[in-house]
């Protein structure tokens, strides 16, 4: 039944997929936070997280500009946006 849950987005392409596309497109390799932290920004709706935080005030890295913008045309390769 869950597979049912999916949005239109989440359907469309794994990470796993996008992180091959890019890596075939623009040789290099993209991280699952990369994409999740891209997604987000996208307004790309995301399944709950349970592998929350353990403290409010913590970072992660900011996704450099290159991979975004790969991660971006990925999206749009897989007319996830």
């Not at 997929?17 to 075939?24: L, N």
């Not at 997604?39 to 403290?55: A, F």
């Not at 409010?56 to 290159?66: A, F, I, L, Q």
């Amino acid at each position: 039944m869950d597979e049912l849950d999916l949005t239109a987005a989440e359907s469309k392409a794994t990470y796993e997929e996008i992180q091959a596309w890019v890596k075939e497109k623009y040789g290099f390799h993209v991280t699952h936070l990369n994409i999740a932290k891209t997604k987000r920004k996208c307004g790309i709706i995301e399944r709950q997280n349970y592998n929350l935080p353990k403290s409010e005030g913590s970072r992660s890295p900011e996704t450099p500009k290159e991979k975004k913008e790969a991660i971006i045309e990925a999206f749009k390769a897989f007319q996830m946006i």
